[in-house]
């Protein structure tokens, strides 16, 4: 079993729609989550950590779920500018190793 | 902002050559990272350090050395390039928590 596992997808919604993602990871001792937004052919940018508590940004919300190990992030009124991969991320023990899933695909559409 | 600049972008070298591949971040972060990203198998750690003259491997280092003579810089080695090393290299550096990422460098051996 991966240690973070994410649906790779694509994800093809349309314009304006509601789209979530769940990352999920085995190691019960994970510290710290974040989720990082990948467009083709350039480096991964950190989009919003994840916090117990669940936090939100603008149309960006993302969740932790520590008795399930998983998180998740969800877009409102997707935009065609969202349209990238996005990698969760978990890092154990906060040493600042970061374990990444495969990424998921999202194809926002007119 | 942190800023993690990989010097080069694109390169082309022969099966055998040995290849350098730098890094260098400006925020005096302790952690620094090697990843090597290749399509359907996602990023996948090749070495970190966690101080200058420190380093230990990640999941896939053979074939590949590091050095860290400087705080602020991270080199990847590739002993004796070969052609299953065709990826993409990205460098990253953290503190404790979300790494940053470089521009990453675009390897073909041939």
């Known amino acids: 079993r991966k240690e973070v596992e994410q649906d790779p997808g694509p994800f093809n919604v349309p314009e304006g729609a509601t789209v979530a993602f769940n990352c999920t990871y085995s190691?019960?001792?994970?510290?710290?989550f974040f989720w990082y937004r990948q467009d083709c052919r350039k480096e991964p940018k950190l989009l919003m950590s994840?916090?117990?508590s669940g936090n939100e940004d603008g149309r960006f919300t993302a969740q932790l779920n520590r008795a399930s190990q998983y998180i998740s992030l969800l877009i409102r009124d997707s935009k065609l500018s969202d349209s990238a991969t996005y990698l969760c991320?978990?890092?154990?023990?906060?040493?600042?190793?970061?374990?990444f899933g495969q990424g998921t695909t999202l194809q926002v559409k007119p | 902002d942190v800023k993690v600049t990989q010097s080069s972008r694109y390169l082309v070298k022969r099966t055998g050559e040995k290849v350098f591949l730098e890094c260098v971040q400006d925020m005096d972060h302790e952690n620094m990272f090697w990843y090597r990203q290749d399509p359907g198998l996602g990023l996948r750690l090749i070495y970190f350090?966690?101080?200058?003259?420190?380093?230990e491997k990640g999941d896939i280092p053979e074939g590949y050395s590091v050095s860290r003579e400087k705080k602020e810089r991270f080199s990847l080695i590739l002993e004796s390039a070969s052609t299953n090393q065709t990826s993409m290299y990205l460098c990253?550096?953290?503190?404790?928590?979300?790494?940053?990422f470089g521009s990453g460098t675009r390897l073909t051996v041939v």
């Open positions: 991320a978990v890092n154990l023990h906060n040493t600042g190793k970061l374990i």
């Open positions: 350090s966690y101080d200058v003259k420190m380093k």
């Open positions: 994840v916090y117990s």
């Open positions: 190691n019960s001792a994970s510290q710290s």
């Open positions: 990253a550096s953290s503190l404790s928590g979300a790494s940053t």
